[in-house]
């Protein structure tokens, strides 16, 4: 059972390459989110799916899109980055609502510097 | 909108020493409350919950009481160790897919 796992762990891109983050849960959650980490901001929200199938803004979507690909995977695209978007990435799942479990579970995250 | 603070850091302890982390909330009906625990390279992991009000969570020696008259949620452990050094986050549920994080509270423990 390895919880949540993402990849890849460290990436640098040049301002306007494009990359796609991978995260995989194992948990047979239904919900998955991607966070942004920045120094003193704690965690911003920038996509969620609370469901398969199913994807929803967060408080920073600019940039950025997503797919949920099926119940166990959720990717994060940047298609020309910024060096703005250079940061920590945290994908997390739950059990959302109809299982009832509100906790959430994170990868150990995506370190991305654009220069 | 909804949201958590809490007290800036860093804070530094000495080892055995005791700790309070301040979090107060803002939300619309009745929020889950959580505190999570990041140890340096890793992401975030649930430290402890409370759903209700008066509820205490607990983990680890840690302890924290859902205040709905003060709209608090004080991260306390009487006797801290050099392995709690870590960022805290404080944050809220209040229903939907969301949660909402504090900025964290990073702590030093020195031997």
Known sequence: NAGVTQTPKFQVLKTGQSMTLQCAQDMNHNSMYWYRQDPGMGLRLIYYSASEGTTDKGEVPNGYNVSRLNKREFSLRLESAAPSQTSVYFCASSGGLLQGTDTQYFGPGTRLTVL | ?111
């Not at chain 2, 860093?10 to 929020?31: D, H, M, Q, R």
């Not at chain 2, 939907?96 to 994080?101: L, R």
């Open chain 2, 1 to 111: 909108g909804d949201s958590v603070t809490q007290m800036e850091g860093p804070v530094t302890l000495s080892e055995e020493a005791f700790l309070t982390i301040n979090c107060t909330y803002t939300a619309t009906g009745y929020p889950s409350l959580f505190w999570y625990v990041q140890y340096p390279g890793e992401g975030l992991q649930l430290l402890l919950k409370a759903t209700k009000a008066d509820d205490k969570g607990s983990n680890k020696g840690f302890e924290a009481t859902y205040r709905k008259e003060t709209t608090s949620f004080h991260l306390e452990k009487g006797s801290v160790q050099v392995s709690d050094s870590a960022v805290y986050f404080c944050a809220l549920r209040a229903g939907g897919f969301k949660t909402i994080f504090g900025a964290g509270t990073r702590l030093f423990v020195k031997a």
